[in-house]
């Protein structure tokens, strides 16, 4: 998924979770000094940038990390009443809300906790706007630069036709009233020369409307934690920004607070064989990994290949029904025994939010290791879990 696989294996972060230290299987295992790692890099380009960064609950919502999150970010981003609550509960600092349409009772509900409420369009604004500036928050216009840099569609907010954003052309100048920040969001696990074009065609489009503004939320995508980012650009960008408009600026990325910080512990349950050897595990793509399926992604496993590079290759599959519950094709040095545990790196960010009950397939527990290296686990998941999502 990014450009810096580990090349040594360091005795802390998520490479030094043991499979079978997992107090359970399937489990996510979230390494708090490697979480903690990430946090202290945000922090310091937060201190020398002069910006506040946020936590996109979208990307990670672990909440019994947030204590954690809180000593070092500024609050939260949240997209609906639920997320908002939570980052109120659990982060402290200031929430921030933005969605692609709020109803009225879904603003209302956003209002007890948001600090920043960002609407996608001027209609949104001009039917809610009065209540949320009675409510004594601080408003903002999502604004759609329509400047592409994310190349997945699914991924692209500046994608033609896209439903995120107000667009130059649709732009109401007239109505900004009331209006103290602009929003965007144009990237997905970039780097900060994307950042700096999507600025260059902010500022053509809509520089006119950024001096009158107390802020601009730069949204999320920025892969700040990853070794490879350039976080002196980044430092560079936002500060000029601040100098050239007299405006506060908030970053809110999710996947950089999770990069690198967890794992997904399976244990092989059943090996068959149908034209290839084929591993059923006590985990799903569908119900546990989503996203290797719609995004679609290969996950890593530690200690495997690509299909037929080491000497013993398998299908490996999940315990749901569907026919396409299919992690992928990967290849192993020995044999899979039965019982035995696999290790999917980097789990924690999205992974973990876009879990499923799907069949009725326990989730994942949860699990955090601390510094010391002790495993604590903080959730194993009942039978009222997945009744209570119904009724
Ligand atoms: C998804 C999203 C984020 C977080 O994006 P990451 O890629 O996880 O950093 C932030 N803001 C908005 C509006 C988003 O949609």
């Known amino acids: 998924m990014n450009d ?28 708090l000094g490697a979480l903690e790692e990430n946090l202290r890099i945000l922090a ?4 020398r940038a002069d910006c506040k960064i946020l936590l996109a609950l979208k990307g990670f919502a672990t909440w019994s990390t947030f204590e954690l999150v809180s000593r070092y970010l500024s609050g939260g981003a949240a997209s609906s009443p639920h997320e908002a609550q939570l980052a109120r509960e659990g982060l402290g600092g200031e929430v921030h809300v933005y969605a692609p349409a709020f109803s009225e009772a879904d603003l209302r509900e956003v209002l007890r906790f948001a600090d920043h409420v960002v609407f996608n369009s001027f209609s949104q604004w001009q039917r809610l706007g009065a209540i949320a500036l009675e409510a004594g928050v601080s408003c903002g216009i999502r604004i ?24 130059a052309a649709t732009f109401r100048p007239e109505s900004l009233e009331g209006i103290e920040g602009l929003h965007f969001h144009t990237l997905c696990e970039l780097d900060s020369d994307a950042l700096e074009r999507t600025l260059v065609s902010v500022e053509e489009k809509f520089g006119a409307y950024l001096p009158q503004m107390k802020w601009v939320n730069f ?28 405006v506060e600026v908030y970053l809110e990325p999710g996947e950089a607070i999770a990069i690198r910080t967890g794992v997904l512990v399976a244990t092989v349950l059943d090996v068959i064989e149908n034209e290839t050897q084929i591993a059923i595990l006590d985990t799903s793509a569908t119900a546990h990994m989503p996203d290797v ?10 200690g495997s290949a690509l299909p037929g590079e080491k000497a013993h290759s398998y299908r490996l599959g999940g315990l749901t029904c569907l026919a396409g ?6 290849s192993f040095d020995e044999p899979l025994r039965v019982g035995q ?8 960010h999205y992974t973990m939010v876009k879990t499923t ?5 326990r989730l994942p527990s949860i699990a955090l290791r601390h510094t010391d290296g002790r495993i604590e686990l903080v959730r194993r998941f009942d039978y009222a879990s997945y009744r209570d999502r119904l009724s």
Not at 44 to 47: E, G, M, T, Y
Not at 293 to 302: D, G, H, N, S, T
Not at 325 to 330: K, N, P, Q, R, S
């Open 325 to 330: 519950d299919v992690i992928g094709d990967y």
């Open 219 to 246: 949204g999320g995508g920025h892969h700040i934690t990853r070794p490879s980012y350039d976080r002196e650009r980044l430092v560079r960008l936002v500060r000029d920004f601040k100098a050239r408009y007299g």
């Open 44 to 47: 310091d380009v937060q201190r």
């Open 357 to 361: 009950n799907f069949n009725g397939v």
């Open 144 to 167: 759609n630069p329509e400047h592409r840099e994310v190349a997945v569609a699914l991924y692209d907010p500046c994608a033609p036709g896209s439903r995120l954003g107000v667009t």
């Open 4 to 31: 810096d696989a580990p090349k040594a294996q360091p005795s802390t972060g998520m490479w030094a979770i043991e499979a079978d230290a997992a107090p359970d299987s399937p489990c996510f295992v979230i390494d």
């Open 341 to 348: 545990r696999l290790t999917f790196l980097d789990m924690t």
């Open 293 to 302: 399926l719609e995004m679609p992604y290969r996950a890593e496993i530690v």
